[in-house]
């Protein structure tokens, strides 16, 4: 299930991160084991999608969302739709309690006598998920008018960074931001150069909007300010919002204080927005950003944006959903292994919370879906030699249930949970007694 989502390059956090994971996923057949058994009938299937929802919910508020059940069904729009209502805490249990219902039917010999109440009431429930969510998708389609933003990644002009950077001695960026940083600065400035004009002229003239990845490229701390100027350029001659996505690496310790940053510049030449990544990935020394979501109305609706590993975390994005986000631009870097994974990932969280999202995605799936998580647009970096995604997307978003109650439903999996194993002592200790 993890085998290359983390990275082996993490050294020692990669073991513990695995032993994580593997403790993580025993719970809840621990819970099906000791608890299930305590509880009576039918009720006792819920112990397993309750403990699975919970250690779910758990990991997503430290780690992200990874592993989370919900994902596997991304195929299944109709299903994946009750994540409009329950987030995709909903999905979880709806597959998970199929599986706690069809071992119970098991245990009980296959008697239908003794199961076809049961099994009725989860087939209910599935047919209910099932006919919103085809009722959903056929009666409440996205109508809006669409927007036409192109995307990018300028993988030609970052390789030839790298090459030139190692033809003068050095390994990483890193190394040269502090051992050659005046070489480095004017390397990077004839970079910038290529890939500002590349963007005018591979993308498509009808954009109003475009995008490049997460950390496109290195921007030393000294020539930021002349690197956005570029930014400001560009999108006063294009005349369309540009978001730029860029490492910012410090004069000062530049190994611990670099700053994973997305930047949106309007059609006048002035900046909306700087955006620092809330989530540094796991064995990132990046500076993490301050978790509030930058908005701007635009005359396309109402857009923000997060980076990446960002879109991982439920509670973050949902106040994207409190605010009536229309569209969610995303950068992103990804590797071969979480590809498409990742992107399937973030698709979910547009679902939840009723916004469009293009996600553009370096060395990895690169995507926009609609609110309802319809593939409108896709590009695969390991498949492809333009790196260049065309998206017209619905400019208006709509208001969930989750938008409004968020995580609810999973905090209720953790409290039931939490009842049952207290149910499970008492009871233990009552048969000891009665012993």
């Avoid at 908005?295 to 990446?308: E, Q, R």
Wanted: charged letters at 15%.
């Amino acid at each position: 299930m993890l085998y290359g989502i983390i990275p082996s390059l993490l050294g020692a956090l990669t073991y513990i991160l695995t032993i994580y994971y593997a403790i993580l996923w025993f719970f809840p057949y621990l819970m099906d084991r000791w608890i299930a058994p305590k509880l009576n009938g039918f009720v006792s299937t819920l112990v397993f999608p309750a403990a699975v929802i919970t250690v779910e919910f758990l990991n997503n508020l430290f780690f992200g969302s990874w592993a989370a059940t919900a994902y596997t069904q991304f195929d299944n729009l109709a299903l994946i739709q009750i994540s409009s209502v329950f987030g995709m805490w909903g999905v979880s249990f709806i597959v998970m309690w199929f599986a706690s219902v069809a071992n119970w039917v098991i245990d009980n010999d296959l008697d239908w006598q003794i199961t076809k109440s049961g099994a009725g009431i989860y087939a209910i429930v599935l047919s209910l998920v099932l006919l919103y969510g085809g009722l959903r998708l056929e009666v409440w389609p996205p109508q809006s008018e669409t927007v036409t933003i192109a995307s990018f990644t300028p993988a030609n002009e970052i390789e030839a960074y790298v090459e030139k950077m190692q033809k003068q001695g050095y390994s990483s960026s890193i190394e040269m931001a502090t051992t050659g940083r005046a070489t480095q600065a004017i390397l990077l400035d004839s970079i910038h150069d290529q890939i500002f004009e590349r963007s005018k002229h591979n993308i498509d003239p009808l954009a109003k909007l475009t995008l490049w990845p997460e950390g496109t490229i290195r921007v030393l701390e000294e020539n930021e300010t002349a690197f956005i100027n570029k930014g400001k350029n560009w999108a006063l001659e294009k005349n369309g919002y540009l978001l730029l996505g860029y490492s910012m690496l410090p004069i000062e310790n530049p190994e611990r204080l670099a700053e994973n940053k997305a930047v949106l510049i309007n059609p006048d030449g002035e900046m909306e927005w700087e955006y620092l990544k809330a989530h540094p990935t796991p064995g990132s020394t990046d500076v993490a950003g301050d978790g509030i979501i930058p908005i701007t109305n635009t005359p396309f609706g109402k857009i923000s944006t997060t980076i990446c590993y960002d879109m991982d975390f439920t509670a973050l994005l949902h106040k994207a959903g409190k605010a009536d986000i229309d569209i969610m631009l995303v950068p992103a870097w990804d590797w071969k292994a979480i590809d498409p994974l990742h992107a399937r990932m973030a698709t979910f969280r547009a679902i939840e919370n009723g916004f469009s999202m293009v996600r553009q995605t370096g060395e990895g799936l690169s995507i926009a879906v609609d609110h309802q998580g319809r593939t409108l647009a896709a590009m695969d970096h390991f498949t492809t030699a333009d790196y260049t995604m065309k998206s017209s997307v619905p400019i208006k978003g709509v208001k969930t249930v989750y938008a409004y109650i968020g995580d609810t439903f999973a905090w209720l999996c953790l409290i039931g949970l939490g009842l049952s194993i207290g149910w499970g002592i008492y009871s233990g200790r009552t048969s000891r007694h009665q012993a």
